[in-house]
C-alpha cells in the first residue's frame, strides 16, 4: 500500500497547515506548543533556509514528517534527526507513517546522511513498532546492547 501514497516536500507556503498539523500532534500528547502564528513562520524560515525537511502526503495533509540534519564529528557525512512523524488519528492504520518514514530515511540518503536517529515515548507503542519493524533500534551497539535513553532539558 505504502508505494500508492504520493508524498511530496513542504514549500515555505506550506508552514501554516504543518503548523496546524504539529499543533494537533502536540495536543494529542499534552505538549506544550508555541502560538500557531510564531510556529508557522519558525516553519517558514526553516523550509526556506533549507535547515529543515518537511514530507507531506494527502490533501489535508494527512501526515508529515519532518528532518533536521547536524554536523558529525564521527564522519563527513550530515547525521538525520527525524524530529517529527505524524499521521492524523483517522488515516492511521493504512500504511502512511510507513510510507512518510520510509521518504524520510532516501530524503536523508540525498542529502548524504548515512545514520538517522529519532526518540519516542516508551508508551508510544505503534511508533515503536513502525520503527523496529524499519530496522530501527534503541539498544547501543545492536540486538544485545544496553537500552539507549534520550534526555532533555529546557534552558
Known sequence: MTSEIEIRWAAG????VVARMLRDFNDE?????????ELAE????????????????GDGPDGLAQLQFRASLYAAAPDAYLGELYV????????????LLEAAIEAARERGATRIELNT?????????????????????GPDGPV????ERDL
Open 13 to 16: 507556503d506550506d508552514a501554516a
Open 29 to 37: 500528547y499534552d505538549e506544550p506548543t508555541p502560538p500557531l502564528e
Open 42 to 57: 519558525n516553519l517558514r524560515r526553516l523550509i526556506e533556509a533549507d535547515e529543515i525537511i518537511v514530507l507531506l502526503t
Open 88 to 99: 492524523v488519528p483517522e488515516r492511521r492504520g493504512e500504511g502512511i507513517g510507513r510510507a
Open 121 to 141: 515515548s516508551t508508551d508510544d507503542e505503534p511508533a515503536r513498532g513502525l520503527y523496529e519493524s524499519s530496522g530501527f533500534t534503541n539498544r547501543e551497539g
Open 148 to 151: 539507549m535513553l534520550y534526555y
